[in-house]
Antibody, heavy 117, light 112 residues
C-alpha cells in the first residue's frame, strides 16, 4: 500500500533552517506529483508548493517564496522541503502529500517543526 | 487567491442524525478541462487529513456511503446521512482548480 514516511520532529531557533524528508513506497514514485502542506496549531491547512515527477517544475506559494526549496531524489523515492529564515510563524506540522489527477490522495504522518528561542 | 468559506464552523450532532457542511468559493472552481476540483477532507484528532470526496461528489476508496458531496460552480455541500462516533473531527473543503491550492477554515463535527 502507499506509504509516505516523514522525518521526525525538529526544533529550531529563529533565523535557522530546517529540512524535512518524506520517503515514499508502495507505488511508482516517478508517476506522481508531490505537494507540501503545513498546519499551524489550531489552524486549517496551508498549501506550500508542488514538485513534478522529474523535479524540474516547481511551484511555490507566495508566502514562502524565496525561503523554500523543494527537491526529490528518485534513487531513494524521497522528497525534501527546505525552509530557511525561520520565524515563530513557521511553527506548524508539515505534511507531504501525493497527488493523483490533482487530488490529494495520500498524506504523510506529519512532521512538527517548532521555532522558538 | 481563492477564498473558501465554510459554514457552520461547529456542528454538534446527535448520533444517527444527519449533518451538512457548506463551502462557498470566491470564484468558480470549474477548470478549463471541464472538471471541478473541489474536495472534502476529514481530520480526526491527532491525525493527518484524509481525502473523503473529490471532484465534488466522488467518494475516495474506502469512504462509507453515508458521506456524499454535491454542488457546482461556487457552492458545495458535504452531507453525512447518519453521523457515527468515528465521524468526529474537523472537515475541510479544498480547491485544486487554481494555484495556490486553498482550504476552507474547517468545520468541527462533534457529538451532542
Amino acid at each position: 500500500q502507499v506509504q509516505l514516511v516523514q522525518s521526525g520532529a525538529e526544533w529550531r531557533n529563529p533565523g535557522a533552517s530546517v529540512k524535512v524528508s518524506c520517503k515514499a513506497s508502495g507505488y511508482t514514485f516517478s508517476d506522481h506529483y508531490m505537494h507540501w502542506v503545513r498546519q499551524a496549531p489550531g489552524q486549517g491547512p496551508e498549501w506550500l508548493g508542488i514538485i513534478n515527477p522529474t523535479g524540474d517544475n516547481i511551484n511555490y506559494t507566495q508566502t514562502v517564496q524565496g525561503r523554500v526549496t523543494m527537491t526529490r531524489d528518485t534513487s531513494t523515492s524521497t522528497v525534501y522541503m527546505d525552509l530557511s529564515s525561520l520565524t515563530s510563524e513557521d511553527t506548524a506540522v508539515y505534511y507531504c502529500v501525493r497527488s493523483s489527477d490533482q487530488e490529494f490522495d495520500n498524506w504523510g504522518q506529519g512532521t512538527l517543526v517548532t521555532v522558538s528561542s | 487567491d481563492i477564498v473558501l468559506t465554510q459554514t457552520p464552523l461547529s456542528s454538534p450532532v446527535t448520533l444517527g442524525q444527519p449533518a451538512s457542511i457548506s463551502c462557498r468559493s470566491s470564484e468558480s472552481l470549474l477548470h478549463d478541462n471541464g472538471n471541478t476540483y473541489l474536495s472534502w477532507l476529514q481530520q480526526r484528532p491527532g491525525q493527518p487529513p484524509r481525502l473523503l470526496i473529490y471532484k465534488i461528489s466522488n467518494r475516495f476508496s474506502g469512504v462509507p456511503d453515508r458521506f456524499s458531496g454535491s454542488g457546482a460552480g461556487t457552492d458545495f455541500t458535504l452531507k453525512i446521512s447518519r453521523v457515527e462516533a468515528e465521524d468526529v473531527g474537523v472537515y475541510f473543503c479544498m480547491q485544486l482548480t487554481h494555484f495556490p491550492r486553498t482550504f476552507g477554515q474547517g468545520t468541527k463535527v462533534e457529538i451532542k
